[in-house]
């Protein structure tokens, strides 16, 4: 019998990996930054306005720029961790889906595989 299952897919530590890494948090915190600029921006437009619904945008805005500084703050703890971190450490990357066979007498503990990847190859199947 086939089933499907969750197969996790590992990522080894290597400098590589890490300037990517370092280089895709940095890119993502630029942008972030940008938009809440952007939405500060917005924010003194509708300040400015003087209208009834005021209120609800100046909330909608402050709401948005709060998620935009956790995101960010967020990001700064990610390029903490990823200093601490050895070269060698593995990563979960992602969790895909496989095909596996399964029969009787199986070990069920056995069936659980992961995938190590390292600099874009599959160096181990476990």
């Known amino acids: 019998m086939q089933i499907l299952q969750t197969v996790v897919v590992k990522q080894v530590l290597t400098e590589t990996l890490k300037q990517s890494l370092l280089s895709s948090y940095q890119d993502k915190k630029s942008q972030l930054e940008k938009e809440y600029e952007q939405l ?13 619904s005021h209120q609800e945008k ?7 720029m709060e998620q935009r500084r956790q995101k960010m703050e967020n990001l700064e703890f990610q390029q903490s961790q990823l200093d601490i971190l050895p070269l060698g450490s593995e990563l979960k990357e992602k969790e895909v889906q496989a095909l596996i066979d399964v029969s009787i007498g199986d070990r069920w503990e ?9 600099d874009g190859i599959v160096v181990e199947i476990r």
């Open 40 to 52: 500060r921006f917005e924010l003194k437009k509708t300040e400015r306005q003087q209208k009834s």
């Open 58 to 64: 100046a909330s909608f805005f402050q709401k948005e």
């Open 110 to 118: 056995e069936t659980e595989k992961t995938i190590v990847i390292k």
